[in-house]
């Protein structure tokens, strides 16, 4: 799952911004999408050091 142009722009939206670039919303998928895979790839190592095949909540929260 990756974050969309729609989201990105809705989100800078919230935070704030009256106007939003499509390239200043692809730009943040770009980058929330990297962490985001990044925590998963976290999280699934920390379930296999506690010998676990099921990532939990935990892990995620760790991993961040």
């Known amino acids: 799952m990756t974050m969309t ?3 990105a722009k809705k989100m800078l939206k919230e935070s ?3 106007r939003v670039s ?3 919303a692809i730009e943040l998928c770009k980058i929330v999408n990297k ?3 990044g925590v998963a790839a976290k999280a699934v190592k920390l379930a296999a050091h506690a ?3 099921t990532v ?3 892990d995620v929260t760790l991993a961040k």
């Open 56 to 58: 939990k909540k935990e």
């Open 5 to 7: 142009k729609l989201a």
């Open 22 to 24: 499509d390239s200043a």
């Open 35 to 37: 962490f985001s895979y």
């Open 51 to 53: 010998k676990r095949e």
């Open 16 to 18: 704030g911004a009256k």
